[in-house]
């Protein structure tokens, strides 16, 4: 297995660098719309995409993986909703702990099933620490997972729970409001998380405008991702990508 994905979003972290992420559910796939979000996610110079939804089944998954492949050299993350949802044809899986929740099968059960399919393949394993943040709707997340999510002004709880995902070896940490989340993470919450912790932090679920990317970029969000607003309005990818690339500060 290589360690190309974590290293590059490693060396961005050092680097001062934000990287944009676009989010690719292949349930809402249309090869109509994925062609020009395609085609704008690479003049925008998009960094990684995460392919997942809640709820997708395996053929879309492989024809929409398929797809990018032959359009593109852009990463392609796995970011799965359930165990079923693999894909040889990607570069690499959020392996994802659920660390927000106290359900034993999404903090561990449903790792030990996948794990000897995972250890033969050859995407790259990017250990995450998943944290679903309330988002003020319910989300499927939250739903599908039977867990309830840290409630938003609790900056104190996030944040603990980020540092023992840390401390327990997790190499990334993703806090998500949920996909359409009516509110996104809160500067604060952000803040008081990447100034904890070392390793990369992902922050997504609701994020609309550039304004708000790059608020959370600049509150320290290593990589932003985006999912919603841009399949319900492909341009805005090159206004999300120069916010969030914009707030790099090289170092
Ligand atoms: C959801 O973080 C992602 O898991 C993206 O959320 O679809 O609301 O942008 P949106």
Redesign the pocket.
Known sequence: MTHKIYQSFQAAKEHGEKKIVV?I?PDKFSLGNIKKTLELSIQAKVDYF?I?GSLVVNNMLDYCLQTIKESCDIPMIL?PGNSFQLSYKADGILFLSLISGRNAELLIGKHVITAPYLKVSPLEILPTGYMLID?GVP?T?SYMSNTQPIPANKDDVALCTAMAGEMLGLKMM?M??????KN?ISSSMIDAVSSTIKIPL???????TPEKAMENAKAGADVI???????KNPNLINEMAEAVHGVSTPV
């Open positions: 989010l559910d995460f997942g970011f988002g989300t997340v993703y998500d409001a949920g996909s359409g989340a996104p992902i922050v997504g679920g609701g994020i609309r991702v985006v999912g919603n607003a841009i399949e």
